[in-house]
């Protein structure tokens, strides 16, 4: 199921408007000032909006749309039962932590809160409710996230995992009656996923009490759904266990507890890693504005991995998509019409591979590193994969706990997940299915 058709004409009016835009200037000769690159971006980021959650809302359909059970009445009324779990999961610090609280107002709070959750569960009570929060929470994680669904994924029931691969080929021989054929043993092998776990501690003070909790549940929802999508689109992209020169941080050393930062040492190397370290044959110092020829010559990098456009994904910054939109080749929404829904995040194609803007893939020195804390970040970067030789694995989803710190006098909110990031072949230095074209001026 597509988007629906108003959906698609707004989004093709708003990218045509931006091209249209940017192309008036670059016929005069007017290259766009650096605030109307900004406001551009932001446009783009509405229009990314727009599309997530047309594709959100068609996803949803095919399983009977939004129709998530919510409270009909009292305090609660509104809330499904992901949001009445933050309910919970606060209720539950204070109970464990009681000194000073009015036992009367936990007791009246407990009661509305089990009501509250009964109504959403048709009657079948409080135990039900924590597969239905983790359901939907993990639901409204994978319809915002533009580079997980590139990949296929695997939900690893041990950890490390193990997949076995078949690498090699099948002979074939001419066949003739009455004689056994040569048999054939292909080159095996095991693809192994470890999982690494990634957390994040929320703290905020509040009145405590349960209006007070109440206000606070939307914005906590959202909030977690929009960092926990950001953080594991970041660190596919950009992971680094380079504590010493990062590839996001050139320049510097960063640690477990550098915040903003710390992310990247997740445990794995990422996409941008490969082709900027592992193997730099797979780079190319473009070294030149946007045009036709760097998709091709970024493509040519992959060989056989690069044959089939079904297969492969463009993932490029913001700015060089902006840039891009002078490129005749670069098909963006206008032209595509209502065959242009591959992917989520999808803003454009060339040659019909689909090509994903995201607000994680940063721009970058000349080297196609990003420097720390410098100036000279103003280079684009186009990233192309392979999408079937990498692998995605959780271990563990989103786990929410609470508690309370009564010294501080506030909710602790800890959130953590547990994720495996491999490409296939086991052979970084050697691997071909990833190029980057880097150092791409004028953006």
Request: glycine share 8%.
């Amino acid at each position: 199921m597509t988007l629906a058709t108003q959906d698609m004409e707004l989004i093709r009016r708003e990218v045509a408007g931006i091209r249209d835009f940017y192309q008036s200037r670059m016929d005069a000769e007017l290259p766009p000032l650096q605030e109307e690159v900004g406001r551009l971006s932001a446009q783009l980021g509405r229009v990314q909006e727009q599309w997530r959650e047309g594709e959100k809302r068609s996803i949803l359909a095919k399983f009977g749309g939004d129709d998530r059970p919510r409270v009909d009445h009292g305090k609660y009324q509104g809330m499904d039962a992901l949001s009445l779990a933050y309910m919970r999961s606060v209720l539950n610090a204070q109970l464990r932590e009681p000194s000073g609280l009015n036992p009367r107002m936990l007791e009246d709070w407990q009661n509305n809160l089990k009501a509250a959750m009964d109504s959403t569960t048709a009657g079948s009570g409080d135990e039900l409710v924590a597969t239905a929060e983790a359901s939907a929470l993990w639901t409204d994680v994978n319809l915002e996230t533009l580079i997980a669904p590139l990949f296929s994924r695997v939900d690893m029931p041990t950890n490390p995992f193990e997949i076995p691969l078949q690498l090699g080929g099948v002979n074939w021989y001419p066949g003739a009656e009455n004689t056994a054929i040569t048999g054939s043993v292909p080159a095996t092998a095991r693809q192994t996923l470890t999982a690494h776990e990634l957390v994040a501690e929320v703290p905020w003070s509040l009145t405590l009490d349960e209006d007070a909790v109440i206000a606070m549940a939307e914005e906590v929802r959202s909030s977690l759904v929009r960092n926990a999508v950001e953080v594991i689109d970041d660190v596919l992209l950009n992971a680094d266990t380079t504590a010493t020169n990062n590839i996001n941080a050139d320049g510097a050393t960063i640690a477990a507890n550098s915040a903003g930062k710390a992310q990247w040492l997740v445990g794995f190397d990422g996409l941008l890693h490969l082709p900027l370290v592992d193997n730099a044959a797979q780079a190319n110092n473009h070294n030149a504005g946007v045009s036709d020829d760097m998709f091709n010559e970024v493509r040519g990098k992959l060989g056989r991995y690069g044959v089939r456009p079904s297969e492969l994904a463009y993932i490029m910054d913001v700015n060089t998509y902006i840039k891009s939109l002078t490129v005749d080749n670069f098909r963006t929404l206008d032209k595509l019409g209502p065959n242009a829904t591959l992917l989520r995040g999808q803003l454009g194609a060339v040659e019909g591979i689909p090509v994903i803007v995201s607000e994680q893939m940063a721009t970058a020195d000349a080297d196609g590193k990003v420097t720390d804390g410098g100036n000279a970040n103003t280079k684009g970067r186009l990233l192309i994969t392979n999408r079937t030789q990498w692998r995605l694995g959780f271990r563990r989803e989103l786990l929410i706990e609470t508690t309370r710190d009564i010294q501080k006098r506030q909710n602790i909110m800890v959130v953590s997940m547990r994720l495996a990031f491999m490409e296939r072949t086991g052979s970084r230095s050697t691997a071909t299915h990833t190029a980057l074209q880097y150092n791409i001026t004028g953006v």
